[in-house]
């Protein structure tokens, strides 16, 4: 985008890893999978799916553990098995700060949406068992849209469906994958990211960038005053 100060009339949040903390029950159902397969992979492998949908992570998974051995389905039987069982004992934690950001954006009239690489299904599961269920009466999976982030399928149609511009709608996401999304969509990419290494990685690709939703809604949202989403880029 252009230098001058830009104004957003609509927030679309990322699912995982922004609104949740899926991506850990995620890393532990693929780990207790892969050491099904008599296999450990490690944590740096695991941060690289973060972001991508089936078909990127089935490729992944194939090239690191042997497209000759690894069954794909067996693995995602498996990984699926150890999730569903983790989440219904635990559930799934939120990200420090979503609770008051939604009550800002409500109480002062904000429109918002969710867009997620998750399919409905395990969105809805995973929004209930973090007890979010209804927070976001507005949401795109993967299955509603032709092709999930990096395209901008899924960012345009939740634009569509709150009646705003995606040129007029800020997007928060935690991952290059939604970043990419966001700006090819025509949106605004912000990054929420709380470890210093991917926020460093990350935030050139952002126009904003944050430690976390707490200081996002600090930055944005006076209790006492009106919103303001201007944002003033760089030329």
């Known amino acids: 985008m252009s230098g001058g100060i830009v104004k957003m009339s609509a927030v679309i949040f990322d699912m995982d890893g922004l609104v949740i903390d899926s991506e850990s029950t995620y890393v532990s159902a693929w780990r207790r999978a892969a050491m099904d397969e008599a296999v450990l992979l490690e944590d740096d492998f695991f941060e690289g799916l973060f972001g991508c949908h089936r078909e990127d992570v089935t490729r992944l998974l ?12 067996r693995f995602f039987m498996a990984a699926k098995a150890h999730w569903f069982e983790a989440i219904e004992a635990k559930g799934i934690p939120r ?3 979503i609770e008051g950001l939604l009550e800002a954006l409500k109480r002062q009239g904000v429109p918002y949406a969710l867009a997620t690489n998750s399919e409905a299904p395990y969105a809805e599961i995973c929004l209930r068992c ?9 949401r795109v999976t993967l299955d509603q849209v032709a092709a999930g982030k990096p ?6 149609e939740a634009a ?5 511009l995606p040129s007029d709608t800020l997007v928060l996401e935690d991952s290059e994958t939604g970043l990419l999304a ?5 949106a605004l990419p912000v990054l929420i990211q709380g470890r210093p290494d991917r926020f460093e990685a990350l935030a050139p690709r952002a126009e904003k960038a944050f430690s976390s939703l707490l200081t996002f809604t600090e930055a944005f949202f006076d209790p006492e005053s009106p919103p303001d989403l201007s944002f003033r880029l760089d030329p």
């Open 130 to 138: 973090a007890g979010l269920l209804e927070a976001f009466p507005v």
């Open 151 to 156: 395209a901008p399928d899924l960012f345009l």
């Open 95 to 97: 990200m420090p700060g």
């Open 62 to 73: 194939t090239e690191r553990l042997g497209s000759l051995s690894f069954d794909p389905d």
């Open 160 to 164: 569509l469906r709150l009646g705003v």
């Open 182 to 186: 966001a700006r090819a969509a025509g």
